[in-house]
């Protein structure tokens, strides 16, 4: 069995181009405006939506949701810049926090949606 998530998004490759270069998804199917995205334990299904905010520049984060994606991560620290050119922001390091032996920190995606980076501490 699988998790899974439904994102409404406003641009769906820009958004699909950012879970599949940050998290390693990969496309399981796709057809007009709807991209499923998925691993050995998740399913991401990207379905395009004229509600769904428009990415800002500057990046503004969606914070009236309380929904937030989280992601197990090799390091955080070499995901920033690929989270950053693929139209993300990591917050800064020292907003990072230590809970149940993994460090964590937000991003956001181009679109403004908070998603968590977890990465597992050794040992």
């Not at 007009?32 to 984060?61: D, F, I, K, M």
């Not at 070499?78 to 926090?97: K, S």
Request: charged residues 25%; aromatic residues 8%.
């Amino acid at each position: 069995m699988r998790a899974g998530a439904v994102l409404y998004v406003g641009n769906l490759e820009r958004v699909r181009a950012f879970y599949e270069g940050c998290f390693g998804l990969t496309v399981a199917d796709r057809a007009e405006g709807y991209c499923g995205l998925e691993s050995e334990a998740w399913l991401l299904t990207l379905v395009r939506s004229a509600e769904a905010r428009p990415a800002t520049t500057p990046l503004v984060r969606r914070a009236n949701t309380p929904i937030k994606l989280a992601f197990e991560v090799t390091d955080i620290t070499t995901l920033r810049p690929t989270v950053a050119d693929l139209g993300g922001l990591v917050d800064p390091a020292d907003t990072e926090w230590i809970f149940r032996n993994a460090t964590h920190c937000d991003c956001v995606d181009p679109e403004g949606n908070v998603v968590q980076l977890i990465q597992p501490q050794d040992g």
